[in-house]
C-alpha cells in the first residue's frame, strides 16, 4: 500500500506552540522557532510520513501534502 502524502506546512495562526508535534516526530522534521515561538518545518524532505504530528496537534494545524510517495509504515519495530 502506497501513502502519497508528507508534511507541507504548520500554519502560524493556528499552532499554539504547544510542542507536541516536535516531541513526537521520530525523524526530527518539526522543530520549533525561537523568533516566532512556533513550530515550523526544517527538514520536509525526511518526513517518514507516520503521521503522529497530525495526531498530536490539538489545534490541527498541520497540512499534508502529496508531495511524495512511499510505502506505509504500520510499526517501527
Known sequence: MEVNMAIERIDAELCNNC????????????REDKEIKKATVQYPDDCVMCFWCLA?????AITM??????PLFTSWG
Do not use: Q
Request: net charge positive; glycine share 4%; aromatic share 0%.
Open 65 to 70: 501534502s502529496a508531495a511524495k510517495t512511499a
Open 19 to 30: 510542542g507536541r508535534c516536535v516531541r513526537s516526530c521520530p525523524a526530527d522534521v518539526i
Open 56 to 60: 498530536e496537534c490539538p489545534k490541527n
